[in-house]
């Protein structure tokens, strides 16, 4: 059952000293490629020399997050469409979008802070629709704010993921209207996670992409330790059984959508 992680953060496994090992489980639970997602300036770079040294397996995306955006954004936005004119370029870009989660409590700086996440956004919009290239979206609690901005921006929504899909059956209903995708995390085997395994059903097997962003929600049956990409075959098992079928069939099926997403070559 030979897997793609389309969203996963090698960078702390980096750090660490933890990434030979980490690919090395990956690769033993049969993950053929991942995709190591940028969220800022700091990880680009990192990121564009890990898919050169890792032709093939590694590929690698460049964006700003939008929990990476301060009254700085503008020098650090202005700094990625350099990652597109090199000889190995980003497959994609994102991550960026919106998030209400993450800001602060004091009404008047989480406003100040969401304009200039809002802002970032429309540049990376801007860029993407430039490059004609795929968009990774963050959205948290700003759904119809990311549809939105998209919708206005002219982006071809049919290169548009929206990645870690939490919402419900109404949201993907619009993303299918458009042509966009959502993925999926670890949430998708969550007991608690009714809502998002109905938005995967509603999407369909056809459309279906399968991630980690590790080291962030775990699936079942390793929820409270670290994530990793090795770990994606729990959440591609479980996904089997949400739609009925063989683990080989969603294994291929996601695989393929992944490629074609992407246009990830196996070898360059």
């Known amino acids: 059952m030979s897997l793609i992680d389309t969203h996963t953060h090698l960078e702390s496994f980096v750090h660490r000293g933890l990434l030979s090992d ?3 489980r990956a690769k033993e639970a049969e993950v053929e490629a991942m995709i190591t997602i940028g969220t800022s300036p700091e990880d680009w770079g ?25 009254a700085q954004w503008e020098p650090a936005v202005g700094q990625l469409a350099a990652f597109w004119n090199r000889d190995h370029q980003p497959v994609a870009l994102g991550e960026c979008g919106l998030d209400r989660f993450h800001l602060p409590k004091d009404p008047a700086e989480a406003e100040r802070i969401f304009g200039w996440q809002r802002a970032a956004f429309t540049f990376q919009l801007d860029l993407a629709k430039r490059l004609g290239c795929p968009l990774v ?6 759904f119809r704010e ?39 995390t670890g949430v998708l085997t969550y007991k608690n996670a ?10 369909g097997l056809a459309r279906f992409m399968v991630e980690t962003d590790a080291p962030y ?10 994530n990793e990409p090795a ?26 959508n992944a490629r074609q997403f992407f246009a990830l070559a196996k070898n360059h």
């Open 22 to 24: 980490t690919l090395a």
């Open 46 to 70: 990192l990121y564009a020399d890990l898919a050169r040294d890792h032709l093939g397996f590694i590929h690698a995306t460049a964006g700003l997050h939008p929990c990476a955006v301060d």
């Open 137 to 142: 979206v963050h959205s948290r609690g700003a």
């Open 146 to 184: 990311c549809v939105e901005l998209i919708d206005a921006s002219g982006v071809d929504w049919t290169r548009v993921v929206f990645h870690c899909f939490t919402e419900g059956e109404a949201e993907m209903a619009e993303l299918i209207r458009r042509g966009g995708v959502g993925s999926f």
């Open 194 to 203: 009714e809502a998002v395994r109905a938005a995967a059903k509603l999407q």
């Open 217 to 226: 929600l775990t699936p079942m049956p390793h929820r409270g330790k670290p």
């Open 231 to 256: 770990f994606l075959r729990h959440t591609a098992e479980f996904a089997a059984g949400v739609f009925g079928v063989s683990h080989e069939e969603l294994a291929a099926v996601t695989t393929a």
